[in-house]
T-cell receptor, first 113, second 110 residues
Framework: EAQVTQNPRYLITVTGKKLTVTCSQNMNHEYMSWYRQDPGLGLRQIYYSMNVEATDKGDVPEGYKVSRKEKRNFPLILESPSPNQTSLYFC????????????FGPGTRLTVT | DAKTTQPPSMDCAEGRAANLPCNHSTISGNEYVYWYRQIHSQGPQYIIHGLKNNETNEMASLIITEDRKSSTLILPHATLRDTAVYYCIVRVFNDYKLSFGAGTTVTVRA
């Protein structure tokens, strides 16, 4: 089954404790992206990657890092999480040739206290 | 900058057609209209897209006006599972970024 998976689905952590949210897709997609969703602000893009070793900032990259060492994986790293990074996070992927449809993961709900 | 305007909410009776309007008066010639939906904090789901012709798939129909300044997403027989936030997005075909607005919250009632 074609899918985007994220782990963990739920995470409660404390300020300053480094964490990684993993994202993996099994569709051999070139493009992957991270969004965060906050009430009243909608979905905003954090980082995206056009292919392996090719990443770039989205609209709200501050406080986040990403890497793309393998085509299927695109982890989101919060080196020193703060309470304003409490949010719902989504990973997405799409094919270069069929870019009209982006596939989204199920989401990761992060709470930073 | 908001490229699309949608009503914040609408209700629909189960089994009836749901018609969701979207205004995109500043759309460029190479921009497509996309529709996604998000069911209760799940990941957004692609529904349909079009350039200028009307489009239909197994989920919905998309009607685009001749001047392309507005469009309507039609869910032909709404079910309770269609309750969701529906996003109308305008973008160039190969621009991978999706800019989500506030969308329309559609509530299907039994």
């Amino acid at each position: 089954e074609a899918q985007v998976t994220q782990n963990p689905r739920y995470l409660i952590t404390v300020t300053g404790k480094k964490l990684t949210v993993t994202c993996s897709q099994n569709m051999n997609h070139e493009y992957m992206s991270w969004y965060r969703q906050d009430p009243g602000l909608g979905l905003r893009q954090i980082y995206y990657s056009m292919n392996v070793e090719a990443t770039d900032k989205g609209d709200v990259p501050e406080g986040y890092k990403v890497s793309r060492k393998e085509k299927r994986n695109f982890p989101l790293i919060l080196e020193s999480p703060s309470p304003n990074q409490t949010s719902l996070y989504f990973c997405a992927s799409s094919s270069k040739t069929d870019s009209y449809e982006q596939y989204f993961g199920p989401g990761t709900r992060l709470t930073v206290t | 900058d908001a490229k699309t305007t949608q009503p914040p909410s609408m209700d629909c009776a189960e089994g009836r057609a749901a018609n969701l309007p979207c205004n995109h008066s500043t759309i460029s010639g190479n921009e497509y209209v996309y529709w996604y939906r998000q069911i209760h904090s799940q990941g957004p789901q692609y529904i349909i897209h079009g350039l200028k012709n009307n489009e239909t798939n197994e989920m919905a129909s998309l009607i685009i006006t001749e001047d392309r300044k507005s469009s309507t997403l039609i869910l032909p027989h709404a079910t309770l599972r269609d309750t969701a936030v529906y996003y109308c997005i305008v973008r160039v075909f190969n621009d991978y970024k999706l800019s989500f607005g506030a969308g329309t919250t559609v509530t299907v009632r039994a």
